[in-house]
């Protein structure tokens, strides 16, 4: 299972890379697995709020449909456009070209409730 | 309670297939991937196990006249060794389950019942078969395992493992006693994945050694194991109804589109007949459509389908098609709504995208 180190990583399997006040936003290794083939990824637009533990768009694989919930709150300054018409990227790239949104930190405390990767790791394989 | 558990789970462990729990069952939902299996079935051949599926045998005299009073379709027309597709239904329409039947002869014969809802077809037959006084039911769903081997190519793979002519036994006919690589088996040339193909019943202590041989013969035409996901987008594309969806307690087989199978011409009287016979003279309260979304999303089931702002039914199953590459689904609707061309709204999350009805089926071999 590849779970980089440099990321922090939410109870909802997101992933969260940390780039002074701005985060970039993707789903694990271990969540595209779970999920099977993703098949649509429904995303916010940019200048978008998104709220902690809050929805703030989808994943969808041939057999079910898994929301996404926000790890942190703040405006999206960028969305992964390509995702629409290439949802398998997912699947092949879950931390490079599956990137999912750019959101400008709107409370940079709330980083502190994201877990590093081994903490993440335990927590998958208690699953 | 503990998952139950067919003679081929040690099988799909040893390949890495993920499980879940399907009707109490712990069942693979795919192998190498749905898109990769459902692929697989229609340019190749995979092969599913269905053991959990039920198996009941109905047998003694009057066996055939009992059918014809709780099957919907004309179970007198069938003959030793045909199957037929039927619904039982409560005498208000809606479904009990649908089913395959299997004419072993003149006086027994097999029905293969959805899983989940084998105990309760077993009481319902049970009941039902207290004016028949010379016959029973006898639930056997421990003595089968069920292969489902499917695709253009399963005829010539399976060809190689047996003596049997495989051609001789044409579509919705069965033969008992065939031995396939040294195993004993029914086989069926049905299915549940819109291909030609088959389905093997066979003693659960045989069923890996079946499995194996038959993944090992097929390797140069690349048959590929497949899991309940692969099955589940394969009928859907084909618009085979699934009980629980399309179906249950509370829809009739005339509004599932099933009408095919329910012969309400028959002189002989059965359960829900007059409700049935209604539905198809003056037209169901709803009907199964085939939509096709125009909005990006995915319609799923118990989604809310909406004209003009207004309720007119509901998203029976949906998803992605792999063959199509495009989000279908079917509904139940208001009938007037049902006309390809109707433009209509799926109401996915809070959000009404639109959507419009399409021909049915979705897929049809031979495309």
Redesign the interface.
Known sequence: MNLPQELKYSKEHEWVKVDGNKVVIGITEHAQDELGDIVFVELPEKGDQLTVDEPFGSVESVKTVSELYAPVSGEVLDVNGELEDSPEFVNESPYEKAWMVVVELSDASQLDALMDADTYKQMISED | MALKRTPLFTEYKKSGA?TVDFGGWELP??FG???QE?AAVRERAGIFDVSHMGEVIVYGPGTIEFLQYIMTNDTAKSKDGKCQYTAMCYEHGGTVDDLVWYRLNEEKALLIVNAANEEKDVNWLSEQSRDFSGVKVENVSQDYAQLAFQGPKAETVLQRLTEESLAAITFFSFKESVTIAGTDVLISRTGYTGEDGFELYLAPENAPALWEAILAEGEAEGVEPCGL?AR??LRFEANLALYGQELTEEITPIEAGLGFAVKTNVDAPFIGKEVLKRQKAEGPPRKLAGIEMID???P?NGYNVLAKGRLIGQITSG??S?TLQK?LGLALLEPEYCEPGNKLQVDI?NRQLDAVVIERPFYKRGN
């Open positions: 993920k939902v795919s991937g749905i898109k459902h996901g589940d987008t990006k999303g995915i799923r998803t992605h792999p989000n999350r």
